[in-house]
């Protein structure tokens, strides 16, 4: 089933199987118009669902305008109606693109399609919409208006107007001068054809036809107005369009609002008690018990109390009545305070309660939603790291949600920088005599040691890893295991840590594994979860990491799984968990600002078993052969060394020339797989080097199971016609080519590939000149994103000991580092200093 990707500007329908589908792709906007007028569909996905939607809004708002026959243009609706609207998007690839201006486009390009066909199309809009769908009611221009009148006997004025045309604008005219301006009596039927249909459902306006009365000014009492107020949808249904008073159109079912927590509560976390204090309301105006019980005295229909009109509903009245006397003795606490925020029934409650959060709440509640109010705290002075401001506000969201011992989601943007900010909160607890324990892939255990090593020096860390699992015995600030050894350390489930933290919380979205099951088992006061794609198509993986974080805050699987049945309220569902999740994202212009235009990050990747074996064995071959060369004979045997390193470094297979390679037997393929699934799920696009142009095709075949299609390759076998061809397809904008895989020589120069915003270096060529020309493939005029660049290093290998001396000796890169042999400086070092390089460095 094809996915609809939602874009910064617009959308992109990735993997169409359905002719519909493949429309939708090729001609977006005149598909979705047509289809705005169709019946719903039922064979689309939760994405596609949204833009059909989106498009029925259109068209609802284009034939409920009764002034449009005069006007011929499409009147956008009210901001109100995009943001509610808004808040429905379904949890899909892009959602956070979608604003009121992001709806407010597509509507736009929707209403110019209108424009072009109108103009063209020789009879009425209300007979345009018919040719579209027969079964559309479209809004005639008669408008029934409701009026109220201050101090007078008949507290309500009634009066029938159509809209016509006066000097080109918009007019609104007594229904009876309708008798006088058309001569024509099919105008007539025309024009009263909706009242017509009302008629014939309404008792009331039936009457009103029979005697001629809708055709004058009307005075209704409060019994009249209230029968009208009710059959208001019915008008409407069938074309007619009404205009009432404000009180009823913002009048809310009578409700019982508790406020809750105006104190600080005696603990804090999820089970704190918090103080309650119900009161009745009908609408905006709070009533007391003796005003409820006299209300229930009065005859049905409306009342004038306080200033206002009321609606007088017996059995509503008295269920606010019930209400209030159950809440009277109620406690809430902190977790259902949260749940429960806004409008909301309260557990083991039928009525319908309203939440107001007291003072204390209210304050609590706007640190977690708006992170920016936190007091700011500077990380320890032991941090060896300048955050930026938004990193500064997301330590202190975090170290306010730890604090409160509240499940918290870091869900930053990739390359935004979580790793940093998850390590000045560990360097801040260092001096509290925190433990935590901290769950990742395998595949990010040499980036996490580099990155606190590099960052938070004074942290002590302790790897639980392989033979490595002796809990009981270690004392350390973090622990660190990974997703497959939480199951394996028996000792993990017994202990209580202060922080629990998970890396790709993606790993735990599918609640029936083994794995998932050993995590949430784990015990701590805290946790956070992090990861850059919080939110995938399904729910049941969003109820997962949510069961994780804050257990029942989205009820038990099997409630969730019925509620979702039975149809999700997408706004609401946001609302419940957005005190929860931090999320900025690239696109947000406040963070742009704050980026470079370059992110350059290094990836620390390991080495598995067979690949360290391999490299142990070149490593003893080069020291015995090092003694008994010299000259040009020593420089090809350095440089055939260094080479066959770096095809172990990449994968065990291209060294020793087979055809497998399994992604399992090498960490930069299991690390570029984590990279480049975020990648696929921002519907983004990545370029690739590799100076082995043998390595083009594994990496290429790797990818395509990553993204689910075919990328590009380009090296220096590839026609210089084929060449240009991947190139314009790479960029054409209306595909998606998500990665291209080039080798450094063929693709590093005279290329244009600026769809791209994220460039990894597989392998490393050690001439920065040359890594940078490369890069400049995406970074480069024309560029609109910024752009992300990784490059591969092999902890304790050559890669990690060349990049070192590389990152000391600037110079070096520019005074003797050739371009046309990256590596030829290494061949001058002595036998002592190459055996040096040479030499595995891994934990024993």
């Given at each position: 089933?094809?996915?609809?990707?939602?874009?910064?500007?617009?959308?992109?329908?990735e993997q169409p199987t359905t002719?519909?589908?493949?429309?939708?792709?090729?001609?977006?906007?005149?598909?979705?118009?047509?289809?705005?007028?169709?019946?719903?569909?039922?064979?689309?996905?939760?994405?596609?669902?949204?833009?059909?939607?989106?498009?029925?809004?259109?068209?609802?708002?284009?034939?409920?305008?009764?002034?449009?026959?005069?006007?011929?243009?499409?009147?956008?609706?009210?901001?109100?109606?995009?943001?509610?609207?808004?808040?429905?998007?379904?949890?899909?690839?892009?959602?956070?693109?979608?604003?009121?201006?992001?709806?407010?486009?597509?509507?736009?390009?929707?209403?110019?399609?209108?424009?072009?066909?109108?103009?063209?199309?020789?009879?009425?809009?209300?007979?345009?919409?018919?040719?579209?769908?027969?079964?559309?009611?479209?809004?005639?221009?008669?408008?029934?208006?409701?009026?109220?009148?201050?101090?007078?006997?008949?507290?309500?004025?009634?009066?029938?107007?159509?809209?016509?045309?006066?000097?080109?604008?918009?007019?609104?005219?007594?229904?009876?001068?309708?008798?006088?301006?058309?001569?024509?009596?099919?105008?007539?039927?025309?024009?009263?054809?909706?009242?017509?249909?009302?008629?014939?459902?309404?008792?009331?306006?039936?009457?009103?036809?029979?005697?001629?009365?809708?055709?004058?000014?009307?005075?209704?009492?409060?019994?009249e107005a209230y029968q009208f107020?009710?059959?208001?949808?019915?008008?409407?249904?069938?074309?007619?369009?009404?205009?009432?008073?404000?009180?009823?159109?913002?009048?809310?079912?009578?409700?019982?609002?508790?406020?809750?927590?105006?104190?600080?509560?005696?603990?804090?976390?999820?089970?704190?008690?918090?103080?309650?204090?119900?009161?009745?309301?009908?609408?905006?105006?709070?009533?007391?018990?003796?005003?409820?019980?006299?209300?229930?005295?009065?005859?049905?229909?409306?009342?004038?109390?306080?200033?206002?009109?009321?609606?007088?509903?017996?059995?509503?009245?008295?269920?606010?009545?019930?209400?209030?006397?159950?809440?009277?003795?109620?406690?809430?606490?902190?977790?259902?305070?949260?749940?429960?925020?806004?409008?909301?029934?309260?557990?083991?409650?039928?009525?319908?309660?309203?939440?107001?959060?007291?003072?204390?709440?209210?304050?609590?509640?706007?640190?977690?939603?708006?992170?920016?109010?936190?007091?700011?705290?500077?990380?320890?002075?032991?941090?060896?790291?300048?955050?930026?401001?938004?990193?500064?506000?997301?330590?202190?969201?975090?170290?306010?949600?730890?604090?409160?011992?509240?499940?918290?989601?870091?869900?930053?943007?990739?390359?935004?920088?979580?790793?940093?900010?998850?390590?000045?909160?560990?360097?801040?607890?260092?001096?509290?005599?925190?433990?935590?324990?901290?769950?990742?892939?395998?595949?990010?255990?040499?980036?996490?040691?580099?990155?606190?090593?590099?960052?938070?020096?004074?942290?002590?860390?302790?790897?639980?890893?392989?033979?490595?699992?002796?809990?009981?015995?270690?004392?350390?600030?973090?622990?660190?295991?990974?997703?497959?050894?939480?199951?394996?350390?028996?000792?993990?489930?017994?202990e209580t840590f202060d922080l629990?933290?998970?890396?790709?919380?993606?790993?735990?979205?599918?609640?029936?594994?083994?794995?998932?099951?050993?995590?949430?088992?784990?015990?701590?006061?805290?946790?956070?979860?992090?990861?850059?794609?919080?939110?995938?198509?399904?729910?049941?993986?969003?109820?997962?990491?949510?069961?994780?974080?804050?257990?029942?805050?989205?009820?038990?699987?099997?409630?969730?799984?019925?509620?979702?049945?039975?149809?999700?309220?997408?706004?609401?569902?946001?609302?419940?968990?957005?005190?929860?999740?931090?999320?900025?994202?690239?696109?947000?212009?406040?963070?742009?600002?704050?980026?470079?235009?370059?992110?350059?990050?290094?990836?620390?990747?390991?080495?598995?078993?067979?690949?360290?074996?391999?490299?142990?064995?070149?490593?003893?071959?080069?020291?015995?052969?090092?003694?008994?060369?010299?000259?040009?004979?020593?420089?090809?045997?350095?440089?055939?060394?260094?080479?066959?390193?770096?095809?172990?470094?990449?994968?065990?297979?291209?060294?020793?020339?087979?055809?497998?390679?399994?992604?399992?037997?090498?960490?930069?393929?299991?690390?570029?797989?984590?990279?480049?699934?975020?990648?696929?799920?921002?519907?983004?696009?990545?370029?690739?080097?590799?100076?082995?142009?043998?390595?083009?095709?594994?990496?290429?075949?790797?990818?395509?199971?990553?993204?689910?299609?075919?990328?590009?390759?380009?090296?220096?076998?590839?026609?210089?016609?084929?060449?240009?061809?991947?190139?314009?397809?790479?960029?054409?904008?209306?595909?998606?080519?998500?990665?291209?895989?080039?080798?450094?020589?063929?693709?590093?120069?005279?290329?244009?590939?600026?769809?791209?915003?994220?460039?990894?270096?597989?392998?490393?060529?050690?001439?920065?000149?040359?890594?940078?020309?490369?890069?400049?493939?995406?970074?480069?005029?024309?560029?609109?994103?910024?752009?992300?660049?990784?490059?591969?290093?092999?902890?304790?290998?050559?890669?990690?000991?060349?990049?070192?001396?590389?990152?000391?000796?600037?110079?070096?890169?520019?005074?003797?580092?050739?371009?046309?042999?990256?590596?030829?400086?290494?061949?001058?070092?002595?036998?002592?200093?190459?055996?040096?390089?040479?030499?595995?460095?891994?934990?024993?």
């Open positions: 089933m094809a996915q609809a990707i939602f874009l910064e500007k617009g959308f992109y329908i002719e519909f589908e493949y429309n939708l792709q090729k001609q977006p906007y005149q598909t979705l118009y047509e289809q705005g007028f169709a019946n719903k569909r039922n064979d689309t996905s939760p994405s596609i669902d949204y833009l059909l939607q989106v498009a029925q809004g259109f068209v609802t708002e284009l034939k409920n305008n009764g002034e449009i026959e005069v006007t011929k243009e499409f009147e956008p609706p009210s901001e109100y109606f995009y943001q509610t609207l808004a808040e429905q998007v379904p949890f899909v690839i892009g959602y956070e693109f979608v604003t009121v201006s992001w709806l407010q486009a597509i509507h736009q390009r929707l209403a110019a399609i209108f424009t072009e066909e109108i103009q063209h199309f020789s009879g009425s809009v209300a007979e345009y919409i018919q040719s579209k769908n027969a079964d559309l009611i479209t809004a005639g221009r008669v408008y029934f208006h409701l009026i109220e009148r201050k101090e007078a006997v008949e507290p309500f004025a009634f009066l029938a107007t159509y809209a016509t045309s006066r000097h080109g604008k918009v007019k609104h005219t007594p229904l009876k001068n309708a008798l006088v301006e058309f001569d024509d009596t099919s105008e007539i039927f025309s024009l009263l054809s909706a009242v017509e249909r009302v008629a014939r459902e309404s008792d009331f306006i039936a009457q009103l036809m029979d005697t001629g009365e809708l055709f004058s000014p009307l005075s209704f009492n409060e019994q107020l009710k059959e208001t949808p019915l008008y409407e249904e069938n074309g007619v369009i009404c205009r009432i008073p404000d009180f009823w159109k913002k009048k809310q079912k009578p409700s019982v609002k508790v406020t809750i927590g105006d104190k600080k509560p005696s603990k804090v976390g999820m089970e704190a008690l918090l103080s309650s204090q119900p009161e009745m309301y009908l609408g905006e105006e709070r009533y007391s018990k003796a005003e409820i019980e006299a209300l229930l005295q009065q005859d049905e229909g409306l009342a004038f109390l306080k200033g206002k009109w009321v609606e007088v509903n017996h059995e509503k009245l008295q269920n606010l009545l019930d209400t209030f006397e159950k809440q009277a003795d109620s406690q809430w606490s902190l977790f259902e305070a949260l749940r429960y925020q806004e409008t909301s029934a309260k557990p083991d409650s039928e009525e319908w309660v309203e939440t107001t959060h007291g003072t204390w709440l209210s304050q609590f509640f706007t640190q977690m939603t708006t992170p920016q109010k936190i007091e700011q705290e500077k990380p320890s002075n032991t941090f060896q790291a300048d955050l930026r401001p938004y990193q500064q506000i997301g330590f202190n969201w975090l170290r306010f949600m730890q604090g409160q011992s509240l499940g918290a989601l870091l869900a930053d943007d990739m390359g935004l920088g979580k790793t940093i900010q998850i390590l000045a909160l560990l360097d801040f607890l260092r001096k509290k005599n925190a433990r935590t324990l901290l769950v990742i892939p395998a595949s990010l255990i040499e980036n996490w040691k580099k990155e606190t090593e590099r960052f938070a020096p004074n942290l002590s860390v302790k790897i639980l890893h392989g033979k490595y699992i002796d809990l009981q015995n270690s004392s350390a600030d973090l622990f660190i295991t990974t997703y497959g050894m939480v199951a394996k350390i028996e000792a993990l489930q017994e629990l933290i998970l890396d790709e919380a993606q790993a735990i979205k599918n609640p029936a594994t083994k794995q998932t099951k050993s995590v949430k088992s784990l015990n701590a006061h805290a946790k956070i979860a992090m990861t850059g794609t919080p939110i995938e198509n399904s729910l049941a993986d969003l109820w997962s990491v949510f069961d994780f974080l804050n257990r029942g805050l989205l009820g038990s699987k099997k409630e969730f799984k019925q509620q979702t049945k039975k149809g999700v309220d997408y706004g609401k569902l946001r609302q419940l968990i957005s005190p929860f999740i931090l999320r900025r994202l690239k696109t947000d212009a406040q963070i742009i600002t704050d980026l470079p235009a370059k992110n350059e990050q290094k990836e620390y990747t390991g080495l598995s078993k067979k690949q360290v074996a391999l490299y142990k064995e070149v490593q003893r071959k080069m020291a015995e052969s090092l003694e008994e060369s010299e000259g040009i004979q020593r420089k090809g045997l350095v440089l055939t060394a260094i080479s066959k390193f770096k095809q172990i470094c990449n994968h065990p297979d291209q060294y020793l020339g087979n055809q497998e390679f399994k992604p399992q037997l090498s960490g930069k393929f299991e690390t570029l797989r984590d990279i480049c699934e975020t990648i696929r799920d921002r519907h983004e696009q990545v370029l690739i080097f590799t100076q082995f142009k043998e390595m083009c095709d594994p990496l290429d075949d790797f990818l395509a199971e990553v993204f689910g299609q075919k990328g590009a390759v380009l090296h220096g076998s590839v026609p210089p016609k084929k060449r240009a061809e991947r190139v314009n397809e790479f960029n054409d904008p209306n595909t998606y080519t998500p990665y291209m895989v080039l080798s450094i020589k063929a693709g590093g120069v005279g290329l244009n590939l600026t769809r791209a915003n994220h460039v990894i270096h597989f392998d490393r060529w050690w001439n920065p000149a040359v890594e940078d020309q490369a890069t400049d493939r995406a970074f480069r005029i024309g560029q609109e994103k910024n752009v992300f660049i990784y490059k591969f290093v092999t902890s304790g290998t050559v890669e990690e000991k060349i990049d070192e001396m590389l990152a000391e000796k600037t110079q070096l890169s520019q005074d003797i580092i050739t371009e046309t042999s990256g590596e030829s400086w290494l061949t001058e070092m002595s036998n002592d200093e190459l055996k040096d390089l040479f030499t595995l460095e891994v934990e024993k």
